[in-house]
């Protein structure tokens, strides 16, 4: 793993779930006040890579988001609370349900770089795992590439992140979705007669492969009912 800007001293150490590193943070804590630390916006920003991410044009990145996410068995994944403390705008982050966190890039916050709270004690080191997904579909029917279209921007990311380790990332070739329940869930690609219906496993989730032919016919995909989350595989 390789490290970035070493003489910065933030307490979180951030990986990446495809095996590219990603920036490792000192564990030496400053508090700001009692057991509250104080980072600049702009410097989690960097540390976090969203500021290189935000230089790819937004066209090759808008159909994916970038998540820190804490191991399930941390405490600090139940009760860790970001808060960027902006004159305009202030802004409280926590993590959701599964302990996964987007953290919010804004152009109008790095220009106002105010400082980032985080409710951590002296001393404690927090650990996440950086994680690239697909945006979730905005309605029940969608284009095929509109749908898929995260599988290549993911891929374009990774390697470009890898450089000449890009040979040895792991490559995305589908989109899981995962439904609360499996009663009844499908995806339907096309109509007539060349329509295709995958439908839900047992574990609530039904895998799209991208498919080239199937891109360039780019047919209608309808969806039974809106996935409680999107993933990708390989």
């Given at each position: 793993?390789?490290?970035?800007?070493?003489?910065?001293?933030?307490?979180i150490t951030v990986r990446t779930r495809t095996g590219i590193a990603g920036a490792v943070f000192a564990a030496c804590l400053t508090a700001g006040a009692a057991d509250r630390v104080w980072h600049p916006y702009r410097d989690v920003c960097e540390n976090l890579g969203l500021i290189k991410l935000h230089e790819v044009p937004e066209a090759q990145r808008d159909h994916v988001r970038i998540l820190y996410k804490l191991p399930a068995d941390d405490p600090v994944s139940r009760t860790l609370v970001f808060t960027i403390d902006s004159r305009k705008h202030p802004l409280t982050v926590t993590p959701d349900a599964s302990g996964a966190i987007e953290f919010?890039?804004?152009?109008?916050?790095l220009a106002e770089n105010p400082d980032v709270l985080v409710n951590l004690p002296a001393g404690k080191?927090?650990?996440?795992?950086?994680?690239?997904?697909?945006r979730a579909p905005a309605s029940l029917e969608i284009s095929y590439t509109d749908l898929m279209k995260g599988v290549a921007q993911a891929n374009a990311l990774i390697r470009k992140?890898?450089?000449?380790?890009?040979?040895?990332?792991?490559?995305?070739?589908?989109?899981?979705?995962?439904?609360?329940?499996?009663d009844g869930q499908a995806v339907t690609i096309g109509s007539g007669a060349s329509q295709r219906q995958i439908r839900?496993?047992?574990k609530a989730q039904i895998v799209i492969?991208?498919?080239a032919v199937m891109a360039e016919a780019?047919?209608?995909?309808?969806?039974?009912a809106m996935?409680?989350?999107?993933d990708f595989a390989q």
């Open positions: 793993m390789r490290r970035l800007h070493p003489s910065r001293k933030l307490p919010p890039y804004d152009e109008q916050l080191k927090v650990s996440f795992e950086a994680d690239i997904r697909p992140q890898a450089g000449m380790l890009s040979l040895f990332v792991p490559t995305m070739r589908s989109m899981v979705l995962q439904f609360d329940h499996a839900v496993d047992d492969p991208y498919d780019n047919p209608r995909v309808r969806l039974s996935p409680r989350s999107v």
